[in-house]
């Protein structure tokens, strides 16, 4: 069994920062891309922020320059360091990671975390 545990969200006024965590435990055999997607109300799930395994990053428009993703390989974990928030920043926040769960299986498998709520006042 994999889980991906995010922890971070919270409630912060606007121009403040947050930092959201993810660690993925259970068995497997590596973490590939981990990334950070953001859901708001009424709204489709939207990608925030990737990274590869091997440091990589992509991210969205609307948080280049305020946003940093970063990851702890041995720790298999990710992170997103939110500065200079937004009240359109508001959303629900997923961890997601594509992982490789053992070597008996073919290819890779898609997990997402259970979520944790950013909300910024204006």
């Known amino acids: 069994q994999v889980q991906l545990v995010e922890s971070g969200g919270g409630l912060v006024q606007a121009g403040g920062s947050l930092r959201l965590s993810c660690a993925a435990s259970?068995?497997?055999?590596?973490?590939?891309?981990m990334g950070w997607y953001r859901q708001a109300p009424g709204k489709q799930r939207d990608l925030v922020a990737t990274i590869s395994s091997g440091g990589s990053t992509n991210y969205a428009d609307s948080v280049k320059g305020r946003f940093t993703i970063s990851r702890d390989n041995p720790k298999n974990t990710v992170y997103l360091q939110m500065n200079s928030l937004k009240p359109e920043d508001t959303a629900v926040y997923y961890c997601?990671?594509?992982?490789?769960?053992?070597?008996?299986?073919?290819?890779?498998?898609?997990?997402w975390g259970q979520g944790t709520q950013v909300t910024v006042s204006s």
């Open positions: 997601n990671a594509i992982i490789k769960t053992s070597w008996s299986t073919v290819g890779l498998s898609e997990y």
């Open positions: 259970g068995s497997f055999v590596r973490v590939d891309a």
